[in-house]
């Protein structure tokens, strides 16, 4: 079935571990984004790709990296965690036209103590 | 810039009422705006974009440019529609998601 999957769902870390958040579509979508939201808040562009080796970063600034080396998976990483990454992380695909439609993800929300 | 205002975090209304979650953008350009919903345990989905113009859900928008604003609209509230909803813009050619802003959004409350 079509979709987009995002792992883990939850992740509760210590401060300076490594982490890599996964976000995998199987819509055949060219572009991918990862979005950042805080409860209360606008949801804010970090990362996006238009394609394999395509990575640019979004409005917010992020510490974390993100790589395009296939079309369908599109991993953020963390190489040294803190507090103040504490959030919850979307991810999303968007298909060829430009309809401005985005497919989301659930989400993984992510706690640095 | 562009940039998108949801004035309202909280929004409670009764069954059966009409309901307006305000959105209101700045953008030097020609927008495109879109309301984005998310329900309660699902992920966040497009509830509908102005350029269709259509009504989904017995909502509507419409885009007012000389007052900037891109409200939705429902003359009757039912308890389903009780959502988190964002309007978001975008100011990139060809609705191109690059440059899609949300606003803070609207927790919709519809009590019985």
């Known amino acids: 079935e079509a979709d987009i999957y995002q792992t883990p769902r939850y992740l509760v870390i210590g401060t300076g571990k490594k982490i890599t958040l996964e976000c995998s579509q199987t819509m055949g979508h060219d572009k991918m984004y990862w979005y950042q939201q805080d409860p209360g808040m606008e949801l804010h562009l970090i990362h996006y790709s238009y394609g394999v080796n395509s990575t640019e970063k979004g409005d917010l600034s992020s510490e974390s990296t993100v790589s395009r080396i296939r079309t369908e998976h599109f991993p953020l990483t963390l190489e040294s965690a803190r507090p103040s990454h504490t959030s919850q992380y979307l991810c999303?695909?968007?298909?060829?036209?430009?309809?401005?439609?985005?497919?989301f993800g659930e989400g993984s929300r992510l706690t640095v103590l | 810039a562009q940039r998108v205002t949801q004035p309202e975090k909280l929004l409670s209304v009764f069954k059966g009422a009409p309901v307006e979650l305000k959105c209101n953008y700045s953008?030097?350009?020609?927008?495109?705006l879109f309301w984005y919903v998310q329900y309660s345990r699902q992920r966040l989905q497009l509830l509908l974009r102005?350029?269709s113009r259509e009504s989904i859900k017995g909502f509507t928008a419409d885009l007012n440019k000389g007052e900037t604003s891109f409200h939705l609209k429902k003359p009757f509230a039912q308890e389903e529609d009780s959502a988190m909803y964002y309007c978001a813009l975008s100011g990139g050619s060809s609705g191109s998601a690059r440059q899609l802003t949300f606003g803070s959004g609207t927790q919709l409350t519809v009590l019985p």
């Open positions: 102005h350029i």
């Open positions: 953008y030097s350009g020609s927008p495109e």
């Open positions: 999303a695909s968007s298909g060829r036209g430009g309809t401005g439609e985005l497919f």
